[in-house]
């Protein structure tokens, strides 16, 4: 069975809230009986702010209230419908050891996308408009070395990601009545830099 998310404090909640049994509380938080009895006397968990599993979808309030009614019934966590999607905020860290690789990434998705925003391809890969430019006009320092190589095989970014950044470009440009530029084949392009 899955644990509810900070089991103590949703214990000390559910111990302060409710009229459930201990064995109850117990066995929906992963925890002992007599933990939850330590729990309940102040012997354990002392300062600890009741974290309530109603609020946080984790429970129903009409399936405590069942369970209070019969202490033979026990508590499921609640399905979540709608998982929340992690997106990541702020600057995107790339290893020291993978920064070289990043003008490739950004040669490629140049080439591979170029419906794609300056800011997508800033935010896809953690770069700057100024690295854009560079590798775009061949003016980088290391230009002489730079090929095309996917992103997501150098793992600078996910495949989810890259696929959602040009389907919101494709989108943009349908809105603005320009044609959706067609992505070359592959091995085409692998073919003419090998």
């Known amino acids: 069975m899955t644990l509810p ?19 109850q509380i117990a066995e929906f938080c992963g925890m002992h009986p007599l933990e939850v009895q330590a ?8 300062g600890i702010n009741g974290y309530d599993p109603v609020k946080n979808n984790q429970l129903t309030q009409e399936q405590i209230t069942r369970c209070e009614g019969n202490a033979d019934l026990r508590l499921k966590i609640s399905a979540k419908a709608n998982p929340v999607a992690r997106r990541a905020k702020g600057a995107r860290y790339t290893p020291i050891a993978r920064r070289n690789d990043r003008p490739d990434a950004i040669a490629f998705v140049l080439r591979q996308f170029p419906q794609l925003s300056e800011l997508q391809v800033i935010k896809l890969l953690g770069t700057t408009k100024d690295t854009i430019a560079k590798v775009r006009d061949r003016q980088h320092w ?6 095309p190589r996917d992103p997501v095989i150098l793992g600078l970014c996910s495949q989810t990601d890259l696929n959602a950044a040009v389907q919101a470009a494709n989108e943009r440009l349908a809105r603005e009545g320009q044609s959706v530029p067609v992505v070359a084949e592959m091995s085409a392009f692998e073919d003419s830099h090998n």
């Open 5 to 23: 998310l900070m089991p103590k404090a949703t214990a000390v909640w559910l111990i302060d809230k409710t009229a459930l049994t201990f064995t």
């Open 142 to 147: 290391n230009s002489a070395n730079i090929k």
């Open 39 to 46: 729990i309940a006397d102040g012997e354990v968990a002392a």
